[in-house]
């Protein structure tokens, strides 16, 4: 039957029906009568979507990232330093509010109902994105590894998730958000001693058990690679229009992705200081070294998990200006990442109560039905070398998303023999393990080409 033969009703009630603002913006889009019908019924059907999208242990987080959404406005408008901190210890004591309530009611106000509307549409691309990336290494004889780990936003499939596993993503994605928010304020340039802002930041960490930071990690090293994606679009724009030059020919002797990307001769090193001169030092084998690529990475992980998103939205070359100067900008700030380096260090796991002592704190959240499927805490506490939030051995489960699934699909890829026997262990990942660039940089790629710094400004002011 066509769409335009329904009637008013019929139309109301098949969008009433459905359950996440993506669905929702495709469907009305898809027809004229529905689009009207969307128009004629905006907010009660942005509400009553949003009341099915967002998982009911959610809220509190989803209603405190909204919250937190301010933060950026007032940055952006010049407010001063003093306020947005009063601003961020508000919104954080009604977050510890919110979390000893039950929230079994969606509600958010009208004036907020579309921005909370965007933000969950943001929400689910991320979502969708994460599981596209996570379950290529979960399941790797499923998946075709040639493709991006990060695809454009019309190419992702939407996620085949679980209520419990798309909870645990949701919230992740929530409090990532809200961590963001609270850490970009730390990098302003602060002389005022009012108020220890670190402590808003330890604070907000403490509420959360192992399985919930390891959540939050797996986000942030996902955001990471996600940012490593970014740039090597940036590298291929650069090495084309390097082509188009003349300047790279088939005489170019190419590094492979095994050999070492440490600088190694005068060729080298002449490349990377012409690429260093001309403001392209993104480009250069010694900005993969710390602290500079770590501080670039951390920084637009501070601008929140939405704000990537959008970046993969951009052209290449808008992207390349973002990126050149966000580079830039990431050299002048002190960025200490408290949420991976402080306050999180587990003194103690009792798995019977699930209760968690740190630093003497004692921090206890009722399990629901999310957590009581989630082996995330058994994972996080099992191992003999007792595997920490900030451990590097943990980052080949991280890219599996391991602590995001349910026992079902962690059984069915392998990981573990049973539910709660776990089959892989710290022993696993070589001592000193780190993550590797997938490439190497285009300083390497360049050995033996011409370091012509004309034609790089030429492209830098493209």
Known sequence: MALESLSPEILLLTLENISSPLDLVAAVHASPNLYRTFIAYRQHLQRNTLTRAIHPTCRADAYSALDAQIIRRQIKSGVKITKLKAECFSI??????????????????????????????????????????SLRHLFPNDHDQNHSPVP???????????????????????????????????????????????????????????????????????????????????????????????????????????EDDTPSGNDDAGIGKTLKGCGLFLLTTNYRGAPFHDNHVKYLISCGPAYILSLNNLPSRDLKHVLLKSERHSHDLDINDYFVTGGMTNDNMDEKSKTTLYHGKVVSIDCDEVDQHNLGWKWGTSFDTHVK??????????????????????????????????????????????????RPSVEKRLCGGKADADMMREWRDL
Not at 106 to 123: C, G, H, R, S
Not at 156 to 168: G, I
Not at 174 to 183: N, T
Not at 192 to 211: C, K, T
Request: hydrophobic share 40%; with cysteine; proline share 4%.
């Open 92 to 133: 954080f004591a009604t977050d510890r509010k919110r979390r000893s309530q039950n929230h079994d009611v969606f509600k958010v106000d009208n004036d907020n109902l579309e921005t909370m509307f965007n933000f969950q549409a943001n929400v689910e691309r991320l979502i969708d994105t994460f599981c596209h990336w």
């Open 152 to 258: 454009s936003p019309t190419t992702t499939p939407r996620a085949k998730v679980s209520h419990t596993e798309r909870a645990r993503l949701q919230r992740a994605f929530y409090r990532c958000e809200i961590f963001a928010r609270f850490h970009r304020v730390l990098q302003l340039q602060d002389k005022s001693s009012a108020m220890n802002f670190i402590q808003i930041l330890m604070s907000f960490s403490s509420q959360f058990q192992q399985h919930e930071f390891e959540e939050i990690i797996c986000v942030r090293q996902f955001l990471a690679k996600f940012v490593e994606a970014l740039c090597e679009r940036v590298e291929d724009d650069f090495l084309a229009f390097y082509s188009e030059k003349g300047l790279l020919d088939a005489g170019v002797e190419r590094k492979s992705d095994q």
């Open 389 to 438: 939030p900030d451990s590097p051995s943990n980052a080949l489960l991280r890219d599996m998303g391991y602590v995001f699934w349910d026992a079902g699909r962690l059984v069915d890829s392998g990981l573990v023999a049973e539910p709660y026997v776990v089959a892989i262990g710290a022993e696993c990942f070589p001592p000193g393990y780190k993550r590797a660039f997938s």
